[in-house]
Structure formats: C-alpha cells, structure tokens
C-alpha cells in the first residue's frame, strides 16, 4: 500500500540589496556591534528599499525556486504565503505573487503564524497535497519586518531583516517508510497566552494602524527551548528517529543563544546546525527557506538527507517538520 508524500524539488531565495551592519546600527541607535554579537550572534541584517515589497521579495524567491526545481509558473496549483507583513490588509500577498507569476489557476493564500509561519505553511501544503487539493505547490516565507520595527528601540531593532525563500513541493506516491523522500512527520502548537510577550501594537480592528514590534526579550527566551524541544522531540517520536539520524537541523534562526541551548538540550551535533542569521539576522517566517536554500545551493543538503525544520514565534506559534530530501 503506497502513500503520498511532498516532495521537495527546489529552493529559492532573495535578499534585498542593502546590508545593514551591526556598526552602522551603532550610528541609528545606542548600540555596539559586540553588545549585538554578543547576545544575538547577529553581525548584519538586509532591509528591503523604498517601495520594495514583501510580494517583490516573494516573487523573486520564488521565480528562483522554480528556477532550481525546473518547472514552468503554471505547472504550480497551489500558492502558500507565510508572512506577518504583506503588502496590503487584503488581499494575500500569495495572490500578488500568483498574478505577477502569469497564473490565473488554482488558489492561493496567506499564512500568519509569524516565525512560525514557514512550518505551518509547509505543514498546510503537506495536507493539501497530500488530500489531492493540489498536484504541485510553491511554499513562500517573505518579510519586510524593517516596515515594523521601532528604530529607536534597541532591544529589537538590532534583531530582524527583511528576506525571502520558497520551495516547490510536489506529490508523489511512496512506499510509506521513513527511507521515503518528502515530509514525514509534521508538529504544530500555539498557545495564545502569551500574546504580550512578543506582539504588534497596531492593527487594523484595534488601533487603525501597522503599529510596531512589542517583544519581552528574556519571556520569549525562556519559552523558547522547552517549546522548541517540546515539537521536535514529537516529531522524533513520530518517525522512531533521534538525532543521531539527523543529517541537518535547520531552525528558525531567531537568536544564536537559543539555537545552541535547543541543540544541545536535543543532543544534536553543532557541525548538523545550519546557521545563517550572522548575516541575515532574524528574518521571521522567511528564515527557515533562506537557510535551506542557502545549504542546498552550498552542497550541504543532498538527495537522501535527513532534515529537520523548526520554529518559535509570536502567539506563541510553534511547530518542527522532518523530511527526507
């Protein structure tokens, strides 16, 4: 008896052209490039250009993604948007991308889940494909958290970017093991208590405004490895894998700190981290694909590996996703 599985057949990335580093942060706001590094691990950081836009961002991740999976805009029946920062209230940014992609088939929407929103856009398209909505999906996680930010802040200011990634999925019949290539076992959890901790003070229902990033460092730190830990060892669980099978472990790349302390809480090995927020820092739901595709293009994932997805964000969201590529 087979089963379905999404497959993985190519990444994409995109990175506004402005790099904003830790020193020229230091010119902005009461900083220092080793206060930075020395509580992030963050050195630099991309911000989008005036009038470049989170659907700008997304079409070109995700143009290079069909680029890299070989397939033609119109083979896609599927669009999947993790952002917390579109373009407009409505409608989803994904229907931006969908139209300058020339496609006027299938659907396409957004996801607002935050950091999170790359697992639990991956996890949606999973279902879908997997139920027969759709035969080929573009994934996207896109941000321009610079539109958000409060730049005199120096608690979070010094923490985000703005980027963008996406994969192309696709369904295919598989054998229904873990040797199966394609996502094998997704996790998903919020818990809507701790909205304070890290939220957007604006709104259109509450304040008739975007607002700006609100974040209780230290709370959002302290949840954040048990969290973490909390799906990943679900996922492990599921598949009667450990992290010794692990072949990468690619989580959201919010804060070196917790990465390390999750890693080493899971027993996973620091040369299995793929690490990318030195020169991107925390990119929300677009850091997950812009890591992936920086270590598939750089030769590290290959065919056959064992890859584990994870992140933490606003809500709180959490959720960890295990495939094969």
């Not at 990175?15 to 509580?39: G, H, Y």
């Amino acid at each position: 008896m087979t089963v379905k599985r999404s497959v993985v057949l190519g990444t994409g990335s995109y990175l506004p052209e402005r790099r904003l580093s830790n020193r020229d942060l230091a010119k902005m706001v009461d900083t220092s490039d080793e206060w930075i590094v020395q509580r992030t691990g963050i050195h630099a950081r991309h911000i989008a250009a005036e009038g470049e836009m989170t659907s700008h961002l997304a079409l070109a991740a995700a143009r290079n993604a069909l680029d890299a999976a070989g397939v033609s805009a119109d083979s896609i029946d599927m669009i999947i948007l993790a952002t917390a920062t579109p373009d407009n209230t409505f409608p989803a940014t994904a229907v931006t991308v969908q139209a300058e992609l020339g496609l006027t088939t299938g659907f396409a929407f957004d996801v607002h889940a935050v950091c999170s929103g790359f697992v639990y856009a991956m996890t949606t398209a999973d279902a879908y494909l997997r139920g027969g909505l759709a035969k080929r999906a573009l994934v996207i996680g896109a941000e321009t958290f610079s539109r958000i930010l409060d730049w005199n802040d120096r608690t979070t200011c010094v923490l985000f970017g703005d980027g963008a990634g996406a994969v192309v999925l696709e369904a295919v019949e598989a054998e229904g093991t873990n040797a199966d290539r394609g996502i094998l076992s997704s996790h998903l959890r919020s818990d809507g208590r701790h909205k304070e901790k890290l939220f957007v003070d604006g709104g259109p229902s509450s304040t008739q405004t975007v607002g700006h990033l609100r974040m209780q460092g230290r709370e959002v730190f302290r949840h954040a490895v048990s969290m973490i830990t909390d799906v990943v060892e679900d996922a492990f669980a599921a598949t009667g894998t450990s992290a010794e099978d692990l072949d990468w472990f690619v989580p959201h790349q919010a804060n070196r700190r917790i990465i390390d302390a999750s890693a080493k809480k899971l027993g996973i090995a620091p040369e299995k981290l793929v690490i990318t927020l030195e020169e991107q820092g925390n990119t929300s739901a677009a850091s997950i694909p812009l890591a992936l595709d920086q270590a598939v293009r750089d030769g590290r994932i290959q065919p056959g590996h064992l890859v584990m997805l994870e992140a933490m964000g606003g809500g709180f969201t959490w959720g960890a996703s295990i495939l094969r590529w």
